[in-house]
């Protein structure tokens, strides 16, 4: 473990995840990054582990059998998880009458009860070493707020999220842990892939405008919570 902190993190295979981990550690954290499959990470093919602080750990975070094991083996790693950041995301974009149950219980899954799952079960670890700053941050969608046609299973799995971190936040600033919700809009990662449509993916936000941010957030005073940040692209909604 570095000296600075230890960061979890979750959808750490994608590029807005590979931008997170290394703003981190450009300031001497650790990261576990985790992801559903390691060997098509973006960031475990970009950087070497043993030179920077960083190891990777294969999970479906949406499954509690898997969250335990991730915990088991933090355990192994340190005693404190300093910042937890929940960046899981997974969207079907299709008439709500076209979704099949299987296709709701993975974004449900994907974008709200994996977020739970972490956050109840690293929450023992973020109690230790308080020290130290100790925030969580839920990186949701503008979609938590604004409804867009075709969106439906996401825009619902986002509302819920958003209105689950409002809600627990008293609970953790009693044990001294800051949560900040995230909103972006339209960003230019890997979601869009798979996509129906076509999307302006030059017009979108860069993910290290997401990665500068939520570091940045971290670095304010500790006296001080930013509990939502939306951070659209200048051409607005797309």
Request: hydrophobic share 45%; with cysteine; aromatic share 8%.
């Amino acid at each position: 473990m570095t000296e600075k902190g230890f960061v979890l993190l979750t959808g750490g295979g994608g590029g807005m995840g590979e931008k997170i981990a290394l703003k981190f550690l450009e300031d001497n954290f650790g990261v576990l990054a985790v992801s559903r499959n390691i060997s098509t990470s973006l960031l475990s093919q970009s950087i070497v582990p043993a030179r920077c602080g960083i190891s990777f750990y294969g999970a479906d975070v949406s499954q509690e059998e898997d969250v335990i094991r991730l915990m088991e083996h933090i355990a192994a790693m340190t005693d404190s998880i300093d910042v937890l950041v929940n960046g899981t995301g997974l969207t079907v974009v299709k008439p709500f009458h076209e979704l099949t149950i299987n296709e709701w219980n993975d974004v449900i899954g994907a974008n709200l009860t994996a977020l739970f799952l972490c956050m109840k079960h690293a929450l023992p670890f973020m109690k230790k070493n308080m020290w130290r700053k100790k925030h969580i941050f839920n990186i949701l969608s503008i979609a938590a707020e604004r409804s867009f046609p075709g969106w439906s299973v996401y825009c619902a799995a986002k509302a819920g999220a958003l209105g689950f971190t409002e809600a627990i936040r008293p609970e953790l600033l009693e044990h001294g842990i800051r949560l900040t919700a995230i909103l972006p809009g339209a960003t230019n990662t890997s979601l869009w892939d798979a996509l129906p449509g076509t999307w302006n993916r030059h017009v979108m936000l860069d993910p290290q405008v997401i990665a500068d941010t939520i570091k940045d957030i971290y670095d304010t005073p500790n006296e001080a919570v930013l509990e939502k940040v939306i951070i659209m692209p200048k051409s607005g909604v797309q």
